[in-house]
């Protein structure tokens, strides 16, 4: 269909927006790699905008060798890894009897709020913690995995995707003589794959920025993920964890440039999986959030 003039107007200033949005979304992240590759008298002096200046690696040199950082990145992939896997199963175990109708599942709609419940009240942060300590998981990998394992909203958004396939891909697998679970595991899973990936990038992306748990549930540094870790040394000065004969890359690096590193880093795996994944999530989002 041939477009009007006012049609491309609007779609000419819509590019226009959407592209400078999308560069004012860039710019914190292209001046913390800036500063990452600066050295430290340009950065300090406040030299640095969007082009590095003084370009010298000694930033990540010293991200790279030390052995905290490279601990608690450590710490962050089980994180990930563990809480992804755990969490998608449990999500898609869940979702699957609360999408049949009530005429299905009787006590459907009791569960359901009962989920719901869980997402307008909450225990509170001292129960939280006495529930953790009393079954043993204070410094451990699960206590970082375990409590935030069912996250409710990707229950909520993948029951909606399920509804929203063909019932008669149930009915026709009933035929031939599957159960629930194999109809679970070799139709909806495979075919819910968008809304997998949706919810698979939002469980990775808040395992991997959770920072808060990792402070109240390890009492050792050591067990601290990355964004706990990231979090106790931002406010304070951190060249104290490089060696004293290092003394020509401590001249190249200042608090500013050795943070900027460390953030860029912690940030930049998420930064590649976000494009790869963006036609799911874009497709997970709007199916799974809508039932009609």
Not at 181 to 199: D, E, G, K, N, Q
């Amino acid at each position: 269909m041939k477009k009007s003039l006012g049609r491309r107007l609007f779609l000419g200033c819509n590019f226009v927006f959407l592209a400078l949005l999308s560069c004012l979304c860039l710019m914190p992240i292209i001046h913390i790699l800036a500063i990452s590759f600066s050295s430290g008298t340009a950065a300090s002096a406040g030299k640095v905008v969007l082009w590095p200046v003084e370009f010298t690696p000694a930033a990540y040199q010293n991200v790279f060798g030390k052995p905290e950082y490279l601990r608690a990145f450590w710490v962050t992939i089980q994180r990930v890894v563990l809480g992804t896997a755990i969490s998608m199963f449990l999500t898609i175990l869940t979702a699957y009897p609360l999408s049949k109708e009530s005429s299905q599942f009787g006590m459907r709609t009791f569960y359901a709020w009962i989920f719901v419940f869980t997402i307008l009240f909450n225990g509170g942060l001292i129960p939280w913690y006495m529930t953790v300590k009393a079954v043993g998981l204070i410094d451990t990998i699960w206590a970082l995995v375990l409590p935030g394992a069912v996250q409710v909203f990707n229950i909520i958004l993948l029951l909606n995707f399920y509804r929203n396939l063909p019932k008669e891909l149930e009915e026709s697998s009933k035929i031939d003589g599957a159960g629930h679970f194999t109809t679970l595991w070799r139709i909806y899973a495979p075919l819910s794959l968008p809304a997998l990936v949706t919810t698979g990038l939002f469980t990775i992306v808040w395992h991997w920025n959770s920072w808060f748990d990792g402070m109240i549930l390890m009492n050792h540094p050591d067990g601290y993920p990355l964004q706990t870790f990231l979090q106790s040394i931002i406010i304070k000065m951190d060249l104290r964890f490089l060696k004293s004969q290092d003394i020509e890359l401590m001249q190249k690096l200042s608090d500013r440039t050795s943070k900027a590193a460390q953030i860029f880093v912690a940030a930049f795996p998420i930064l590649v999986i976000y494009p790869v994944l963006q036609r799911f999530f874009i497709k997970g989002i709007v199916m799974g959030s809508v039932k009609e």
